[in-house]
């Protein structure tokens, strides 16, 4: 029994492994080199023996056995002959027997490896001379071989615990060798795969028993007699065993279906949520690995484990992708919502007859340690070991990954919540095993996300496809991306509906619609054009991606370029070629006018670095959620222009009062944010209804249409002049202090007194009393300092009127007069 090549053979040896069989190695060859020492001094008969087992080695039977490493177990006809030449000629000439066969079978094998072909001879070799001694011991007290003269009808026991002992020795340290090498359980694999080819041992010592006792030594040559015997049973054996051989392939190629079947169901549900993507394959790994380092043994727990991890989210289905994918927190009723997945996952499962313990750990994966999770509030080892393992794995991952609420977070970080919530939330022990050991787990994560999900489909496509054309084997990885696509289109028009209204900003609403657009159109660029009201002109109002600064503010006319004949055409173009508008980067387009019920309101252009960038999906998608834009972009300009009408003075085109408060709220926050002072000017027009009363209220509107211009001359742009209320106006001078608003009152009074107005045959004009109130000097709260500084208005009229006493101020003198004069 020797170890045949597998996979398991391309496998970096451990440690313990490497260990264990250089030890073999070494010790096998020391007695095989004393066995030849000893073979030496004896007679030459045994050779003849030494070829008979040496031609029977080419009549093998190679014995699969189970483990990753796909390694397997060669018996040959060699038996017999070992167990002839321990009895015949002792220990020595028995281990060179076995030694020889074993290895000139691996040699016959092409066997890769050194190590191995040495470890197979030498193992071989040690248990050889282990049960030879053994036999000895009990048969005659250490003295062999058998004699010709002795009653040789005493061999049958000490022979039976011989061959008991070199089969155990043989078979337990190959099956232990497998086992370190392809990291699988010891014992359960030699009850599975070595304990029943001990007939085939027990008989070749039987046949060998009877061959001694019927044949003398020195008719060695008539063994070949039995030849023709041992081939009949050799070919029995080979036939029934080859059906057996066939019967474990068709159940693993059985059980490779229906995990590819698990496999590609537990992806599809993965693809739906668009930002979990290979989650339920890291949860997968992470979870066997902590079963294996937790001593979860059993093979219906591991491979419930292992399907369980797959369809752990199956109940996700039922769950609404606004939910799944929202990007804040749930609100209680979402949240109940998301926590029958659980239950329906169950519940879908439960129809399933699985073999081993799935739906247990499916519906127990949210329990908490400490009770207080769901659905049925279990506690502590009241969970399945399963569930508790699966609850740990799926919340690392789900930290590890990018979610729609917050960025993915550090290992540090990962692990820190998982031992905060030990005891509370998870097993202390899972929790300490998981932490300990994150390193390898997460290199065997990486290497399951790595698999690309069109080789569980090609399991599939292989075993179901009947005819060469079949549907089937147009099964790719584009299903996945369908599925995941489908949902992003899904979700990314709820939240477009769902989100669009919230501002009525234009720059706001056209920025939520480029970023909406990007996540289900790929573009380099995009631009949306607005046209302006009752004309033919479209300005681009919004740009991003690459080249972007390409379209930004240009501005375009109806059946100009392409942008423009989609807006003169009202339809939309497919991959056009924008070579001619821009001389850039750009080699296709997809542009798509915004209308609502034939009434155009702009374009949404996306502009592609590639030849036929776009798909008639791509169209599709981007008309459906262009119908939603119009809407919104409409809605906001509207408000943007009554906004504009609200907050603004239609005579003077100044901001009105209105408008003042609500900026001086924000700005004394900006300033006492920033630390900067604001003068608050309030101005009133000295003799103004003179004007009204005089000339007419067209020419008093005239005059308040004029001193709003030189009121605007005389501010900075960081300025801001309001009309009040009828003839008064204030000024808001930011960083402006108390000295700095002086000077300004200094200059604005001195241009308003030169402003004259004609009015028919007469010059008019005006004067402006002026007070002033300083944020934070005077006060913080707006109403205080706008009445102190009205306070101080009438202060400087009154002054401004003593002083017009004393000068005399020279009357309103005609036109025509001034002019003759």
Known sequence: MVVSEGRASRLPLRLTARAYIYSVNLLGCAVLVFSLYQASRSTSEWIFLAVLASMGG??????????????????????????????????????????????????????????????????????????????????S?????????????????????????????????????????????????????????????????????????????????????????????YFAYKVSLDNI???????????????????????????????????????????????????????????????????????????????????????????????????????????????????????????????????????????????RILSISDCYDALRSDRPYRAELSREMALDYLQKEAGRSYDPHLVRLFSDNIEILEARARHAESTLPERALKSIGESVIAEPNSVSKRIDATVFHDIAASHREIQAIYELSQNVGRSLKVSETMALIGSKIENIVPYTACGIFLLERGGDKLTCFYSSGRHAQLIENQHLFKGESITGWVAAHNQPLLNASPARDLQSHFKSCLSVPLSMDQNLVGVITLYSEF????????????????????????????????????????????????????????????????????????????RFKSVNDLYGHQTGDRMLMGIAQVLRNQMRKSDTCVRYAGDEFVAVLSGANRQQAEDNIGRIQRSVDRFELPAGDAIVSVGISVGCATFPDDGRDSQVLIALADQNMYADKVRRADRDLKTKPQPTVPLTERSSA
Request: glycine content about 6%.
């Open 58 to 139: 080419f009549f093998s039977v190679k014995i699969p056995t189970r483990g990753e490493g796909s390694e397997s177990v060669t018996l040959t006809l060699s038996d017999v002959f070992i167990y002839v030449a321990m009895l015949w000629w002792g220990p020595y000439i028995a281990v060179i027997i076995s030694a020889l066969d074993t290895l000139l079978g691996s040699l016959r094998n092409r066997q890769r490896g050194l190590y191995k072909i040495l470890f197979n001879f030498s193992n071989l070799a040690i248990t050889t001379l282990i049960a030879s001694n053994l036999f000895y011991h009990l048969y």
């Open 141 to 233: 007290a250490g003295n062999f071989p058998v004699g010709s003269a002795e009653d040789k009808t005493r061999l049958f026991v000490p022979l039976a615990a011989a061959s008991i002992a070199l089969f155990l020795l043989n078979s337990g340290s190959v099956a232990l060798a497998i086992s370190l090498v392809t990291r699988t359980q010891f014992l359960e694999l030699w009850k599975t795969d070595f304990l029943w080819t001990s007939l085939t041992n027990f008989a070749g010592a039987a046949s060998a028993a009877l061959t001694v006792i019927y044949l003398p030594r020195e008719r060695v040559y008539f063994v070949t007699a039995t030849v023709p015997i041992v081939l009949l049973i």
């Open 245 to 387: 051989v066939q019967a474990k392939k068709h159940v693993e190629k059985l059980s490779e279906l229906y995990h590819s079947t698990i496999s590609s169901l537990a992806m599809a549900i993965d693809a739906k949520d668009q930002t979990t993507h290979g989650h339920v394959r890291r949860v997968q790994s992470f979870a066997l690995g902590l079963a294996e380092l937790a001593g979860v043994t059993d093979s219906d727990d591991v491979e419930g484990l292992k399907a369980a991890s797959l369809l752990h989210d199956v109940g996700k289905l039922a769950i609404p992708e606004y939910i799944l994918n929202k990007p804040t927190a749930l609100t209680p009723s979402e949240f109940q919502k998301m926590k029958a997945h659980v239950n329906v996952g169950a519940d879908i499962l439960s129809s399933v007859n699985f073999p081993f313990p799935v739906v247990p750990t499916v519906r127990h994966h949210h329990e908490k340690w400490d009770g207080s999770g769901y659905p049925d509030g279990l506690r502590a080892e009241d969970i399945p070991i399963s569930a």
């Open 611 to 686: 030849e036929n960038g776009y798909t008639q999906d791509h169209l599709r998608l981007l008309e459906t959620i262009s119908r939603q834009a119009a809407i919104a972009i409409n809605n906001s300009l509207i408000f943007e222009e009554t906004q504009e009408d609200a907050f603004t003075d239609l005579l003077t085109g100044l901001p009105n009062s209105r408008y003042l408060y609500t900026f001086l709220e924000q700005e004394f926050r900006r300033a006492e944010r920033l630390n900067y002072p604001v003068s608050i000017l309030v101005m009133d027009l000295e």
